[in-house]
């Protein structure tokens, strides 16, 4: 079992700036790699950024290149989502999620574990 346990949201204005934090916990050495999703009221969860463990490798959503940036700190076994420039429309719980493979990793089928989830409140 993993556990997941996600910190940093908060009400910010539009063109601000947040940091999320998850830090894993339990069977981390099986995590290949970790994501962030995203759901607003009425919405289906999103995709928004994930990182592979060992190589780094990394993918955005369209609508946050440019905007976040993901990073590991694998000695902490943390995944950090750096949310700059932020809009009204990135209001959301965001998700922290670890994969166990390296399958389909955009998507809520490629992850094994989810957070509980925090939330970000942009104002226009």
């Known amino acids: 079992q993993v556990q997941l346990v996600e910190s940093g949201g908060g009400l910010v204005q539009a063109g601000g700036s947040l940091r999320l934090s998850c830090a894993a916990s339990?069977?981390?050495?099986?995590?290949?790699?970790m994501g962030w999703f995203r759901q607003a009221p009425g919405k289906e969860r999103d995709f928004v950024a994930a990182?592979?463990?060992?190589?780094?490798?990394?993918y955005y959503a369209d609508s946050v290149k440019g905007r976040f940036t993901i990073s590991r700190d694998n000695a902490k076994n943390t995944v950090l989502l750096q949310m700059n420039s932020l809009k009204p429309e990135d209001t959301a719980v965001y998700y922290c999620?670890?994969?166990?493979?390296?399958?389909?990793?955009?998507?809520?089928?490629?992850?094994?574990?989810w957070g509980q989830g925090t939330q970000v409140t942009v104002s226009s």
């Open positions: 999620a670890a994969a166990l493979t390296s399958r389909f990793l955009t998507t809520i089928r490629g992850y094994d574990y």
């Open positions: 339990g069977r981390t050495f099986n995590i290949y790699a």
């Open positions: 990182i592979s463990w060992s190589d780094g490798r990394i």
